[in-house]
């Protein structure tokens, strides 16, 4: 019995000093963990709107006009995306967008507040505002993806319009690809991209949006990242958020945007989460540098910043002090 009674009590001994060093290690590794996530946040929030390219500043400045007045982060995406949704000059967004190789322009939205709801529309036709939709099927819906022939019988039953958003300018454009019908992704033509859209409100809720008419001259029923949450858009408000531009099928394999607000999570900076979720694309690709990848991610202070792979994607910031474009740094600069 003392024997047995002895080697419980050396089992014991075992399991405590196990357990004890357990203990230890995560204790050791907490205050780093929490460190870093704190180390971006001091400065105190700022309520701020960012958005991608050079169609950006417009947006900028509906949103901002929310923003100003007190309003939330949700509705200041929202009035953002539409100004680049209406507008027939950018030819990637809404009407103008460039059609598909069967020459339909077909549209994809998303948008996610504070509170994670979020909805998003895909494959969308003859409804000027993808975006407004999405928000539709967020709130009315118990759903959060709506595509095609549905989603533009739901957007009918919400009031909004059919109408043909195919402008001269992209027909004329479609019907010259038409000679050769050669599709070829091209890096960095600005304002001919997705438009992603993030704003931090007065109250400290983050709110993010994005909306496009794709790929140029794409196949018929393609879907690229923009409506895909976690893809080209994400939003946690503990964190941050983050929005994508370029080669969307790149950022549906790697969950582009979920990947950089938790590289935020773990202490990154916004431009830092965004660089590496650049790099891990990289890394994985052989051929990188044949295609143009961006993200630009806004924390729950205020703080922004962007990468890409390719030099030559910009952004629109707009806050109290006013408004400016910004050139992202890019693996390839």
């Known amino acids: 019995m003392f024997?047995?009674?002895?080697?419980?009590?050396?089992?014991?001994?075992?399991?405590?000093?196990?357990?004890?060093?357990?203990?230890?290690a995560a204790s050791l590794a907490a205050p780093s963990v929490t460190g870093m996530t704190q180390r971006y946040v001091k400065k105190g929030k700022k309520t701020?709107?960012?958005?991608?390219?050079?169609?950006?500043g417009p947006a900028n400045e509906a949103a901002w006009q929310v923003l100003a007045g007190g309003g939330r982060a949700l509705d200041a995406?929202?009035?953002?995306?539409?100004?680049?949704?209406?507008?027939p000059?950018?030819?990637?967004?809404?009407?103008?967008?460039?059609?598909?190789?069967?020459?339909?322009?077909?549209?994809?939205?998303?948008?996610?507040?504070?509170?994670?709801?979020?909805?998003?529309?895909?494959?969308?036709?003859?409804?000027?505002?993808?975006?407004?939709?999405?928000?539709k099927v967020m709130e009315e819906t118990p759903h959060v993806m709506l595509v095609g022939e549905g989603?533009?019988?739901?957007?009918?039953?919400?009031?909004?319009?059919?109408?043909?958003?195919?402008?001269?300018?992209?027909?004329?454009?479609?019907?010259?690809?038409?000679?050769e019908s050669r599709y070829q992704p091209v890096i960095n033509i600005e304002n001919?991209?997705?438009?992603?859209?993030?704003?931090?409100?007065?109250?400290?809720?983050l709110s993010g949006a994005?909306?496009?008419?794709?790929?140029?001259?794409?196949m018929h029923g393609r879907v690229g990242d923009s409506p895909i949450i976690g893809a080209g858009l994400y939003v946690d408000n503990e964190v941050g958020a983050a929005t994508a531009t370029g080669m969307g099928e790149l950022m549906i394999k790697t969950v582009g945007c979920h990947q950089v607000v938790e590289l935020m999570r773990h202490g990154y900076t916004p431009e830092e989460a965004c660089r590496e979720a650049v790099e891990r694309?990289?890394?994985?690709?052989?051929?990188?540098?044949?295609?143009?990848?961006?993200?630009?991610?806004?924390?729950?202070?205020?703080?922004?910043?962007?990468?890409?792979?390719q030099p030559g994607f910009n952004y629109a910031v707009r806050d109290a002090d006013g408004a400016l474009m910004k050139d992202s740094k890019s693996k390839l600069g």
């Open 89 to 135: 000059k950018v030819t990637s967004v809404g009407y103008g967008g460039f059609p598909d190789r069967d020459g339909v322009v077909t549209l994809d939205a998303c948008i996610m507040d504070e509170k994670q709801n979020c909805g998003s529309v895909a494959f969308l036709q003859g409804i000027k505002h993808p975006i407004s939709v999405a928000r």
């Open 192 to 205: 001919h991209d997705t438009i992603g859209i993030l704003a931090l409100d007065q109250h400290g809720n």
């Open 3 to 24: 024997q047995i009674q002895r080697e419980l009590i050396v089992i014991s001994k075992r399991k405590f000093l196990k357990y004890s060093f357990l203990g230890s």
């Open 210 to 218: 994005c909306t496009t008419s794709g790929a140029a001259f794409k």
């Open 281 to 309: 694309i990289a890394r994985k690709l052989g051929d990188y540098q044949q295609f143009q990848v961006g993200f630009l991610a806004l924390d729950r202070a205020g703080n922004y910043g962007a990468h890409c792979i």
């Open 77 to 87: 995406v929202e009035a953002g995306a539409r100004i680049p949704e209406a507008d």
């Open 48 to 56: 701020v709107v960012i958005s991608t390219w050079n169609h950006g």
């Open 151 to 179: 989603a533009q019988r739901f957007a009918v039953e919400q009031g909004f319009e059919v109408e043909n958003l195919l402008t001269p300018k992209a027909e004329t454009a479609w019907r010259e690809w038409k000679r």
